[in-house]
């Protein structure tokens, strides 16, 4: 089990007799979230607002108590029974216990997801501080003005503390993507991202099995794309380029980049490998591929190439393959 029986009892008693309501414009984020419409947008904003909320904080644990507890003993029809209890059940009026599993499970991974980015990336971190919080229970008291006002000005906006500990979103969304995962297993998604996090830990071989367990176990093509790629990452990391390149060539021989041109900066870490491997001809090729096949990636791979001078000193010492790039760009050596 997930979740303390203690915490998870305590929990739901809470909320089943606290006389707040789920304040509407976070159950409207997560409504949206379930139903995977504007995914990013959407968990942006419940992620700013369960950092300011500690009641709808609170709500959003008890329906993920509760579902896991389902998870756990799955007697068929008790999940819908008990969430009616709990406010904010038009959230699942109507659905079957396999639906809001379902419609849980995506909303859990999105959040989880945003957490991770959250701890990750800087640019995230900022559109999330932007974000205003809407607390309900303020917009029909005396206090309504000045929390409008507040609004306004930005004091209602997550507290840039709070944003600041990094640590603690990786863990947070290392949960959340655990629980995803624990009400459906198979979620490739989610387990991508949690090898994600695991790999900014620093675990790298419990990285390597979520992504070798998205590569060999799901149908997506797209999925295991990520999880090829990923796993060549860590064996280009480990120094084992022979692996990488044959993580990076199945990309290629997929023919996912023929159907989903994004994924063919696949062709330079092909290059990079061949280049570790003392095999610059072959790099030569693939960069000329690329330059060819897929102009737009090119113009971000000269910039990769240029932030690496071990990378283009490598080129350069080749006569031959500075010749082959240099009669496709000229300017691909130049400072």
């Not at 990520?226 to 993580?247: F, N, P, T």
């Amino acid at each position: 089990m997930m979740y303390d029986r203690s915490e998870f009892l305590d929990s739901i008693r809470h909320v089943r007799s606290s006389p707040r309501l789920l304040c509407a414009g976070f159950q409207r984020d997560l409504s949206a979230l379930m139903d995977g419409e504007l995914p990013e947008r959407n968990a942006t904003r419940a992620l700013a607002h369960l950092e300011s909320c500690p009641p709808c904080a609170e709500f959003f644990q008890a329906i993920r108590l509760q579902a896991l507890a389902h998870r756990d003993l799955a007697v068929p029809g008790s999940l819908a029974q008990h969430l009616r209890r709990i406010r904010g059940q038009d959230l699942f009026r109507g659905l079957t216990d396999a639906e809001i599993i379902r419609r849980l499970s995506a909303a859990l991974y999105q959040l989880g997801k945003a957490y991770v980015l959250l701890a990750t990336q800087k640019d995230y971190l900022l559109r999330v501080a932007e974000e205003p919080v809407q607390i309900d229970q303020f917009a029909q008291t005396e206090l309504a003005d000045a929390a409008d006002a507040a609004s306004q000005s930005g004091a209602c906006r997550v507290p840039k503390e709070v944003l600041s500990a990094a640590d603690s979103h990786l863990s947070k969304g290392r949960q959340l993507l655990a629980e995803a995962l624990r009400l459906k297993p198979r979620f490739a998604e989610a387990r991508l991202y949690r090898g994600f996090v695991e790999q900014a830990l620093g675990e790298q071989q419990t990285a390597a099995q979520e992504y070798r367990e998205v590569f060999l176990h799901t149908d997506r093509l797209v999925n295991r794309g990520h999880a090829a790629i990923q796993l060549g990452m860590l064996y280009d990391q480990l120094g084992d380029h022979q692996a990488a390149l044959r993580m990076y060539r199945w990309v290629v021989a997929s023919g996912l980049i023929v159907h989903r041109p994004d994924f063919a900066f696949v062709l330079y870490n092909i290059a990079v490998e061949h280049l570790s491997l003392g095999n610059s001809a072959e790099a030569a090729a693939m960069l000329r591929r690329l330059h060819r096949d897929f102009p737009e990636v090119w113009k971000s791979a000269k910039d990769w190439a240029r932030r690496s001078p071990e990378f283009l000193a490598r080129l350069q010492g080749d006569a031959a393959c500075r010749r082959e790039l240099e009669a496709d760009e000229p300017a691909f050596f130049a400072a």
